[in-house]
């Protein structure tokens, strides 16, 4: 199983990216899937999670500017991130979580967010 974040990148504050987290070697569905983000000097934080089961969760930092969506035909979760600030920058990881027998944690190579002011 492997996760690949991907859709970092430089952008001014107030602006947009989206992030996408495509897996292979499973059904991304199957998996609780969760964005972390770690500054330098912080210690990594969750951001967003959805649950196979769909339900979503929010940082309160990011609440009402940040979604996390599923597509399941595409095998990936995404990030939306709208009204960004300074602050959100940060290398944004994808982890999923396979709770059924056997739990195990999977995780991404973190893909670099820069806002600049």
């Known amino acids: 199983v492997q996760l690949q974040a991907s859709g970092g990148g430089l952008v001014q504050a107030g602006g947009s990216l989206r992030l996408s987290c495509a897996a292979s070697?499973?059904?991304?569905?199957?998996?609780?899937i969760n964005w972390y983000r770690q500054a330098p000097g912080n210690q990594r934080e969750l951001v967003a999670g959805?649950?196979?089961?769909?339900?979503?969760n929010y940082a309160d930092s990011v609440k009402g500017r940040f979604t996390i969506s599923r597509d399941d035909p595409k095998n990936a979760v995404y990030l939306q991130m709208n009204g960004l600030k300074s602050e959100d920058t940060a290398v944004y990881y994808c982890?999923?979580?396979?709770?059924?027998?056997?739990?195990?944690?999977?995780w991404g190579k973190g893909t670099q967010v820069t806002v600049s002011s």
């Open positions: 070697g499973t059904i991304i569905s199957i998996l609780d």
């Open positions: 959805i649950t196979s089961g769909g339900s979503t």
């Open positions: 982890n999923g979580e396979w709770r059924g027998f056997l739990p195990k944690s999977y």
